[in-house]
């Protein structure tokens, strides 16, 4: 049961058959977005292979586009602890493999999105673990702006870039 004081007061019940109570559309005056919580996503850069890119399921948000592995935050859950485990789960991108670089946070007010920057440490080679992903990539950086990349990941390429170089 939700308490009054709990981050999740007042919003309706999460869909039915939804995995966690943050897997939920937010609606706002900036539009519609996934994560009731917030969302974070992992921009893995390894020196040598360049950015692991996420083919993202036809299905899905903007399908077919490419992105960064990532998704729906918990309730309370940390948006790097929660970037790391979309990854995890989706890409089976192994944290301690990494170092943490920054962060970069969306904010609209009602929603936000974080991306996690991280550089690889240990080599390991990415794996297509759930349906969200059509194929798994590593693209150099300079590439990178030339695939059909979701909306949201072409917008803030720019930033992001410069963030592992």
Avoid: N
């Avoid at 586009?65 to 948006?79: K, N, V």
């Amino acid at each position: 049961m939700t308490s009054p004081t709990s981050p999740a007061a007042g919003l309706p019940p999460h869909p039915k058959g939804s995995r966690d109570l943050g897997d939920a559309w937010v609606d706002g005056k900036s539009g519609r977005f996934w994560g009731r919580f917030g969302a974070a996503g992992l921009l893995v850069h390894d020196v040598d292979r360049g950015v692991l890119l996420q083919h993202r399921a036809l299905w899905s948000d903007h399908g077919g586009t490419w992105g960064l592995p990532g998704g729906a935050l918990h309730l309370d859950e940390d948006p790097v602890a929660g970037a790391l485990r979309e990854a995890h789960e989706e890409a089976a991108v192994p944290a301690a493999a990494l170092q943490i670089l920054a962060t970069s946070v969306l904010d609209l007010g009602y929603w936000q999105y974080t991306t996690v920057v991280a550089r690889v440490c240990e080599p390991f080679e990415p794996v297509v673990s759930d349906p969200e992903s059509i194929e798994l990539r590593w693209v150099p950086v300079d590439d990178v702006d030339g695939l059909p990349l979701h909306p949201a990941l072409a917008k803030a390429w720019p930033v992001l870039a410069k963030c592992i170089q």
